[in-house]
């Protein structure tokens, strides 16, 4: 396989597989806090994945950051209903916009990003 699949591509694959398995732990597993850390750890999960598509697709036309886009918009979303299988999880339109939001925070620090590489 060529490098770019295992430098590019692969941190992008194994960080969706990540979310999927935080995913998948039944919610009363999971520690009460004194505070939601659930909305943290859904910018932090999006925001990674945006950043490894990014870095995937090597974004540098719009349509490559609509796509970007649609492929974390649809694995959030596909994250939220997955949730609804998990015993004690739901999914939420709230949880789904944060995701959006992370992405969209994520795509523009890649693009911030690659363009201070390329001065």
Not at 57 to 66: A, P
Not at 77 to 90: F, G, M, T
Not at 92 to 103: G, H, R, T, V
């Amino acid at each position: 396989m060529p490098k770019k699949f295992y430098t590019h591509y692969l941190p992008a694959i194994v960080w969706a597989i990540i979310i999927f398995i935080l995913s998948s732990v039944p919610g009363n597993e999971y520690p009460s806090a004194v505070f939601d850390y659930s909305i943290i750890a859904h910018l932090i999960e999006y925001f990674v994945l945006a950043v490894l598509i990014s870095r995937a697709l090597g974004i540098k036309t719009k349509s490559q950051l609509f796509l970007a886009f649609f492929i974390c918009a649809l694995y959030g979303l596909s994250d939220e209903l997955h949730q609804l299988a998990v015993p004690y999880r739901s999914s939420s339109l709230e949880d789904f916009l944060i995701d959006m939001a992370a992405i969209i925070l994520g795509i523009v620090f890649y693009q911030l990003m690659a363009k201070l590489q390329t001065r």
